[in-house]
């Protein structure tokens, strides 16, 4: 990370999900330390606080793709902020939330890549590859479908500029992929996002996976954004979530990914994503996912102290 000032922006928003919680997101990351946590790394913090928008007037609910007024219009307001930050030289931290809201931080980050005139790439870490459209999405619940939104293959509604910087399918590496619907499944492979689903992490290692996302950042000056799902991780570890699938990260795989992509220097915005505090055990996966962050900013494993029983 070349910059050492961090933007924090809650994003309060549950009606992608299709079920209650994640608003109170943004509020359990801060309650577990995380402007402390970054801020004794050496960074800068500017918190900006919660947005609130009301619901976009110019968009329609519909079953195929439910509370589409007030996801929209959070799709608005975080892709400008998202832009405004990164532009103005912070990493934008986006507190969530359900994953609906990477429409609008890889959206933000698409025009700013572009503007800077070098590829955007977006790591994908999630049980989830997000890529359903509000015909093929078995749920209509919208935190299904921001990888085919800001890949340009879901453009369902006026949401925002169709004119926008898009994200090219083939920049997208999703890791830690162990749930996909079939019509899903074949967008995917028709659009060629490269996906490492866990037999793929059991057979060759997190570490070369890792080695070669990283290398097509840079063979081409890419800038990266970090999706970072609390589905990643194994349910055991992190509970918080209302869309568990068993057999995901572990603590180690996931702390090693965050410490190869400090080494890289090559990451521009991060999503935190899906917490739903009223789902955790004490505050357990606010905490690893604070403790992820930190290895992402440049916490070392001979940085961490020995904890009691």
């Known amino acids: 990370m070349a910059s050492r000032e961090i933007t924090l922006i809650g994003v ?3 009606e992608g999900s299709g079920r209650g919680g994640c608003a109170m997101g943004p509020s359990a990351f801060r309650l577990a330390g995380i402007a402390s946590t970054l801020a004794g790394l050496g960074y800068t913090i500017v918190d900006n606080g919660d ?4 619901p976009a007037a110019d968009l329609d609910d519909r079953p195929s793709a439910k509370n589409l007024p007030i996801v929209g219009a959070f799709t608005r307001q975080l892709a400008e902020q998202t832009y405004e930050s990164a532009a103005a030289g912070a990493v934008p ?14 959206s933000g980050m698409a025009r700013y890549a572009w503007e800077a005139g070098r590829p955007l790439f977006v790591l994908w870490l999630d049980a989830h ?3 359903n459209t509000p015909e093929t999405s078995p749920s209509g619940n919208i935190h299904g479908m921001p990888v085919a939104f800001f890949t340009g293959q879901a453009e369902f509604a006026p949401i925002l500029d169709p004119k926008r910087p898009f994200v090219d399918p083939r920049n997208v590496f999703q890791v830690g992929i162990r749930s ?3 019509e899903e499944r074949a967008l995917i492979a028709r659009h060629g996002v490269n996906v490492f689903d866990m037999r793929a992490i ?6 070369a996976i890792m080695r070669q996302v990283i290398a097509a950042v840079e063979k081409v000056n890419g800038l990266l954004h970090v999706s970072l799902d609390v589905d990643f991780l194994d349910p055991d570890i992190a509970p918080g979530v209302g869309t568990t699938v068993p057999g995901g990260a572990t603590f180690r795989e996931a702390h090693l990914i965050m410490e190869m992509l400090h080494d890289s220097g090559l990451v521009r915005s991060l999503d935190l994503v899906e ?12 905490r690893i996912m604070v403790e992820l962050t930190a290895s992402l900013f440049g916490k070392r494993v001979l940085d961490r102290p020995t904890r009691a029983a």
């Open 202 to 207: 059991d057979e060759h290692g997190m570490a």
């Open 180 to 182: 996909v619907d079939e």
């Open 93 to 106: 931290v986006i507190l969530g939330g359900d994953h609906s809201l990477s429409m609008g931080s890889v």
């Open 51 to 54: 947005l609130r928008p009301s």
């Open 12 to 14: 309060p928003l549950e």
């Open 129 to 131: 590859a997000d890529f």
């Open 275 to 286: 917490l739903n505090p009223f789902l955790d055990d004490r505050g357990k996966s606010a």
